[in-house]
């Protein structure tokens, strides 16, 4: 068995398990939202304990925090461009669990979607780069010392922040005018924390894999 298959193996079940994290601290948060609402009746005096008390998140961040552990792993022993982009088999996964676990209605466009990638995932590990190369401590610091490398580190810091900065001042707008907001700060909100948690994730993919 060739190291970049197992790569792949250990890749998907840190994906998979992530993705079962995530829903089931997803989980937590609601039941500890249903016990505020069942014990509230309009006084709003009762405060439910932490969701760190809840045993459904504490077994959910150890699940995330196993899988982000393997994945971790996993780039020892495959390229990034290949585990990268067999992250989403999360994807997939995350009909499974938020039909069990979460108790989901499943749409036929998320079926017709997770199908596409499925396939899409057949096509990569077939035809993908299963090389990995190693490189020396030395090598790797003239690349990341490469004019280019840290011009596209440059601007990916100045994306981020601007990113950033209006999630922070779109998440102001909507709590204070809920109602009034027009729904460009609805679209952009939820556009510049992806842009955000993309950026740096990639740069943690990269840097896992230089290791």
């Given at each position: 068995m060739g190291d970049w298959i197992i790569g792949a193996l250990i890749n998907?079940?840190?994906s998979v398990a992530i993705n079962f994290g995530t829903n089931l601290l997803k989980l937590g948060h609601d039941q500890r939202e249903k016990l505020y609402s069942s014990n509230n009746q309009g006084d709003g005096k009762f405060v439910p304990k932490s969701v760190m008390y809840f045993q459904t998140w504490r077994i959910g961040i150890l699940f995330f925090a196993v899988g982000n552990c393997l994945n971790f792993m996993s780039f020892a022993y495959a390229?990034?461009?290949?585990?990268?982009?067999?992250g989403?088999?999360?994807?997939?996964?995350n009909i499974a669990f938020a039909y069990v676990v979460l108790n989901k209605t499943i749409s036929v466009k998320v079926m017709v979607a997770t199908t596409f990638i499925v396939f899409g995932n057949v096509f990569l590990v077939s035809f993908g780069n299963h090389q990995s190369p190693?490189?020396?401590p030395e090598q790797l610091i003239a690349k990341y010392s490469?004019?280019?490398f840290v011009l596209y580190c440059m601007s990916l810091v100045f994306v981020v922040a601007l990113s950033q900065y209006l999630y922070r001042s779109g998440e102001t707008i909507l709590s204070d005018n809920a109602k009034d907001t027009s729904t460009h700060w609805r679209t952009l909100l939820p556009f510049s924390y992806a842009i955000?948690?993309?950026a740096i994730g990639s740069?943690?993919?990269l840097f896992a894999k230089s290791l």
């Open positions: 998907i079940v840190g390229a990034q461009s290949l585990l990268a982009a067999l989403s088999i999360q994807f997939v996964s190693v490189y020396t490469n004019l280019v955000v948690s993309g740069c943690s993919v």
